[in-house]
């Protein structure tokens, strides 16, 4: 009830930015029989029906009236472009037929293989199917930034004396406080990451936290929690585990790389056979000529 409401009243919105751009009550003196002409350039006419599609819903009808101020001025810009691109231009330059129908050509062609994909794809992958694909292909997967095992909390520097069983639950590992943790840092506004099997790059965690790595090979091999205050926040890091650059990275850290690579595999073959089913069957039809070097084909008999 409400999503209907609200079209009337976007479209009511709309329909006053029109009446407001004609300058007048109506766009004609006659009743309307057809859709409602918001604006006319050469013949040429933007339907009322048009101007609604591009106004999201939910806009506030002061918005939607300037939306469609806007995108009526824009069009009558375009049209007369337009207009004088087709009287100026050689007729060779106007025919675009050929990229035209490429373009539906592709456009087809994806809708199509997207479908055909997506009703067929089986999109679970097995632990021992990703394991397997890792091992064979571990060169794939060289790290180019050290990575990261590790959990950290950032929390305002106010809130210094309300931390100390974060701290003590960071020291001792003990996950069964970490849910209290994470309620308490949401309802704090604290950063934090306390899923133990999450692997980042140093890239990444440094955009979470300031660490200044100085020796960072050293640094990451540590299994102390880390503890310092920068930006006016209060900083708790342990690391857990680590992989070094230039090493291939663990198995847990590229998990989605690799089903998303079998995934692709995956699509790949099905869109190989179907390309092959559908060219043995319409040679086997004698849906398909081709012409031998040095010959023409004859014409084929119409359907």
């Not at 330059?93 to 997207?114: G, I, M, P, W």
């Not at 930034?145 to 931390?163: G, I």
Request: charge should be negative; proline fraction near 4%; aromatic fraction near 8%.
């Amino acid at each position: 009830m409400f999503g209907i409401a609200q079209k009337i009243q976007r479209t009511c919105a709309v329909a006053v930015a029109v009446t407001l751009l004609a300058g007048c009550s109506s766009l004609s003196d006659q009743p309307v029989k057809s859709e409602t002409v918001a604006a006319s350039v050469y013949e040429r006419n933007l339907l009322l029906s048009e101007i609604e599609n591009h106004i999201p819903n939910r806009t506030s009808p002061e918005d939607s009236v300037a939306m469609a101020s806007r995108y009526v001025d824009q069009w009558i810009r375009e049209q007369v472009m337009i207009h004088q691109a087709e009287r100026r231009l050689p007729d060779g330059d106007t025919d675009f037929s050929r990229e035209l129908e490429a373009y539906r050509n592709a456009l087809l062609l994806h809708a199509y293989k997207d479908r055909y994909v997506n009703e067929r794809l089986e999109t679970s992958v097995s632990d021992e199917e990703a394991v397997s694909y890792y091992e064979r292909n571990k060169a794939s997967f060289i790290l180019t930034d050290y990575s990261v095992r590790v959990l950290f909390v950032s929390a305002p520097a106010s809130m210094d004396e309300q931390m100390d069983e974060m701290r003590e639950a960071m020291a001792s590992l003990d996950s069964s406080r970490f849910l209290s943790m994470e309620r308490w840092c949401v309802e704090n506004g604290a950063t934090f990451s306390l899923a133990d099997d999450i692997w980042w790059t140093l890239g990444e965690l440094t955009k979470e936290i300031p660490l200044e790595l100085y020796r960072a090979e050293t640094q990451i091999a540590r299994r102390r929690p880390i503890e310092f205050e920068a930006e006016e926040r209060i900083h708790l890091v342990r690391f857990l585990e680590h992989a070094l650059k230039n090493d291939v990275a663990p198995f847990e850290a590229v998990r989605n790389q690799v089903d998303e690579l079998i995934l692709h595999q995956r699509r790949k073959k099905l869109l190989m056979d179907l390309e092959e089913n559908l060219l043995v069957a319409a040679w086997s039809e004698g849906a398909v000529q081709r012409a031998e070097k040095g010959e023409a084909l004859r014409p084929m008999p119409s359907p």
